[in-house]
């Protein structure tokens, strides 16, 4: 089975800052994909990035990047230029590649202060 | 831009009481899944659906659940004797399949029992 670890419950940072992310999983499979969700308090689950495991090149969307390291089977979010709306819990999560379920995270709750 | 939409947004049902939630997914998606979300808690996977058949399920998804594809657009979930446990978000998602492997969320069914 799979497993998404999030070691960092809570996190802070400054509007206009940087901030990662991270996150960990287990699996033993070779084909796969990552995905981030942002969750704002309506709790509308909400795709921020995404990422095949069998490309070494790591996804951008604008201002969000991620750092894949598959050796390590670590995949960190990367927030540049942050912004009061991104405040939101993160979710980490994994998919095999049979498309058959997500596997989700505890969550990181950060919050961007003005 | 398509999205996927879920009536109703809150229920509030008693103990025993059976309720049927209800997505409309995005047209042209092949992939169907229910998640859930305990106040506080990660999301959690319920179901996968695939060529009208459950394609995964997880061990949350006793006897007490199943899923319907009745019509060519909505995916219903229908819990049959409710229990207080089950007060949960509910979330639909759905996914292209072949051509992509996101999974696109609906807003969500708040689902209070009592």
């Known amino acids: 089975a799979q497993t998404v670890t999030q070691s960092q419950p809570e996190m802070s940072v400054q509007e206009a800052e940087t901030v990662t992310l991270s996150c960990t999983y287990d699996?033993?499979?070779?084909?796969?994909?990552l995905f981030w969700y942002k969750q704002p308090p309506s709790r509308q689950m909400i795709l921020v990035i995404r990422q095949e495991a069998y490309k070494q090149q790591n996804a951008t969307e604008n201002r969000f990047s991620v750092n894949f390291q598959k050796a390590a089977k670590s995949f960190s979010l990367k927030i540049s230029d942050s912004q009061l709306g991104d405040t939101a819990m993160y979710f980490c999560a994994f998919m095999k590649h049979d498309l058959t379920r997500l596997t989700f995270g505890e969550g990181t709750q950060l919050t961007v202060n003005p | 831009e398509p999205e996927v939409t879920q009536t109703p947004s809150h229920q509030v049902t008693q103990m025993g009481q059976e309720v049927i939630l209800r997505c409309v997914p995005i047209s042209n998606h092949l992939y169907f899944y229910w998640y859930r979300q305990i106040l506080g808690q990660k999301v959690e996977f319920l179901v996968s659906?695939?060529?009208?058949?459950?394609?995964?399920k997880s061990e949350i998804f006793d006897d007490q659940f199943s899923v319907e594809r009745p019509d060519g657009s909505n995916f219903t979930l229908k819990i049959r004797s409710t229990k207080l446990e089950d007060s949960a978000m509910y979330f639909c998602a759905s996914g292209p399949g072949t051509a992509s492997y996101e999974q696109y969320f609906g807003p969500g069914t708040r689902l209070t029992v009592t």
């Open positions: 659906f695939y060529n009208n058949e459950i394609s995964e």
């Open positions: 699996t033993s499979e070779s084909n796969y994909y």
